[in-house]
């Protein structure tokens, strides 16, 4: 885990170019969530020698994530292991009738208004109030009050008693999403179509009044049972959107240098989320990620990206093409496997504008009508290739191989070649050449690999540079023309065609994946000031 962690920061920061403060507090983040998702899975892991292996005490650590990882079903489990809060029969006016569930962050409690004569979700916090909680309550409640919409859980009342924050909302009857999803397992695609497609609504609804929910996942989405299902296309449920803990006001700028880095789910952010700017994970586009993932879920019953730590999660989701449905679906619609896709796409460009744009297709395709979507082309997939994170760790890997390597070849060979009448040669040209060469050129492209491959890219113009210098230095030779070595090429004519287009060969490749790189940035580049 602890290479792991320090592999995907490494990869972050040559992307983004993060500071050492801001490094140490995304590492300290990963810990944290790769924390709770190991209690959520064993309540007697060795936290303390975790936390020595990671070079943390555990006061570095809080008490629980305030943004976290864990599923659904876990989070009682993890608040039972470390949470302080004990089930009150009265908070404020609010008399507790049961507790209805808990996340990272807070609990919900079934309670009574006697002052309206109602029954009300009220949430409180898990952990002992903070300036972080406090502000994350007043935050929620500030996001939600402008928002009315059938698809959104009202806010009713916010407020703070004894130094216990509390959000009441409306009291939605039956299970959360993940909860019914689990009893159901996949469902039909005309049901999850429908599902994704008000979900869709609700948040272009909230988009529309300047507010992103950046923590979309099942738990946050209420399954209210539908009361007459033939009214629709066959959808026993009415979904509802709740839990704006997360939310964000589009374009408002975070000055605050202590703020979360990773806002959100790991296995439900988009790409830019993860390890991004805070100014990255503030628009729609993360929201229109996390539908995909949604609607991933309900039809094929896993999400795309499943692996055995969350810090794979997060580095899978970052390098990763999201499986195709229609290949573990044989029998999907296409064009639903396409919406999907669409959601799903790394580059916020390739997903849908808006969430009113992913509804209309949803209701096109629930009309039986063609949709806008189209599969990704051939442009598509070269481009995407070009952008993937993996291009800079396959770079950095052959560029080490080969400054180590090719020098290693080298002296090899001169010692099988030792025979008397190359001695001299051996001696007074072939060795002072290869050190040379070595020193000059083997050496420091190792040295810009391993810079590279700690996701360094301000080397990898010199890595470009480098490869085609030494690929200037080998070809020569297939060509008659003679730089080095020149005695030995007479003797192995055929070792010397052998060994000088298998160099060629590798050069001609580090070349081809240095100027891969700085097309890559020069894209992203453009693209950015496009966007500005």
């Known amino acids: 885990t602890k290479h792991l962690i320090n592999h995907f920061i490494n990869d972050i920061q040559g992307e983004t170019g993060i500071g050492h403060a801001a490094r140490e507090e995304l590492r300290k983040q990963l810990v944290e969530i790769d924390l709770e998702y190991r209690l959520a899975a064993d309540s007697r892991f060795d936290v303390d020698a975790y936390l020595k292996m990671h070079r943390f005490a555990k006061d570095d650590i809080p008490q629980s994530a305030t943004i976290t990882g864990k599923q659904p079903d876990s989070d009682a489990l993890v608040a039972d292991v470390r949470g302080w809060h004990q089930e009150p029969v009265q908070i404020g006016k609010f008399a507790i009738e049961k507790e209805i569930g808990r996340g990272g962050f807070g609990i919900v409690y ?54 216990v924050c509390y959000i009441a909302t409306a009291f939605c009857p039956g299970q959360n999403l993940s909860k019914w999803l689990k009893a159901r397992g996949r469902i039909p695609a005309m049901h999850a179509a429908e599902i994704i497609r008000d979900l869709a609504v609700a948040m272009q609804h909230a988009h529309d009044r300047g507010i992103v929910h950046r923590d979309l996942k099942p738990s946050n989405i209420m399954a209210v049972p539908r009361q007459l299902p033939e009214q629709s296309n066959g959808s026993p449920i009415i979904p509802r959107i709740t839990d704006f803990g997360l939310a964000k006001v589009i374009e408002e700028q975070l000055e605050d240098t202590g703020s979360s880095i990773i806002l959100g789910t790991p296995s439900y952010m988009a790409p830019e989320q993860l390890g991004g700017t805070a100014r990255s994970s503030s628009y729609p586009a993360g929201d229109i990620y996390s539908l995909g993932v949604i609607l991933f879920e309900l039809l094929a019953g896993k999400r795309p990206f499943e692996r055995k730590t969350v810090v794979e999660v997060m580095d899978a989701i970052r390098k990763d093409e999201p499986p195709i449905l229609q290949k573990l679906l044989p029998d999907l619609p296409d ?42 082309g051939l442009r598509y997939k070269i481009r995407h290739w070009i952008d993937n994170p993996n291009r800079i760790r396959e770079t950095g890997q052959l560029s080490i191989m080969l400054g180590f390597g090719v020098p290693l070849w080298i002296f ?121």
């Open 412 to 532: 090899v060979i001169i010692i099988f070649v030792r025979i008397e009448s190359l001695d001299a040669q051996i001696k007074n040209e072939m060795i002072p050449q290869t050190l040379l060469i070595t020193i000059l050129l083997l050496l420091p492209l190792a040295w810009v690999g391993y810079q590279t491959l700690h996701g360094i890219r301000s080397w990898v113009k010199v890595g470009f540079v480098l490869s085609i210098v030494n690929v200037l230095m080998v070809s020569p030779p297939l060509f008659g023309h003679v730089l080095v070595f020149s005695d030995l090429y007479g003797r192995y004519p055929l070792g010397k065609i052998i060994a000088y287009t298998f160099l060629t060969l590798m050069f001609g490749i580090q070349v081809l994946q240095y100027g891969v790189l700085l097309l890559s940035r020069s894209l992203k580049a453009a693209a950015q000031t496009a966007s500005e």
């Open 335 to 376: 064009d639903l496997g396409t919406i999907c896709q669409k959601c799903l796409a790394r580059e916020v460009e390739d997903r849908y504008a808006s969430c009113g744009e992913l509804a209309r297709d949803l209701s096109l395709f629930l009309n039986g009508k063609p949709i806008t979507a189209r599969p990704p």
């Open 110 to 163: 079934r309670a009574f208004d006697p002052d309206l004569k109602r029954i009300v979700a009220l949430k409180v916090p898990k952990d002992k109030i903070t300036p972080e909680s406090r502000k994350r309550f007043l935050q929620e409640a500030e996001a939600t009050a402008a928002l009315e919409h059938p698809g959104l859980v009202p806010v009713f009342e916010t407020g703070e008693i004894d130094d």
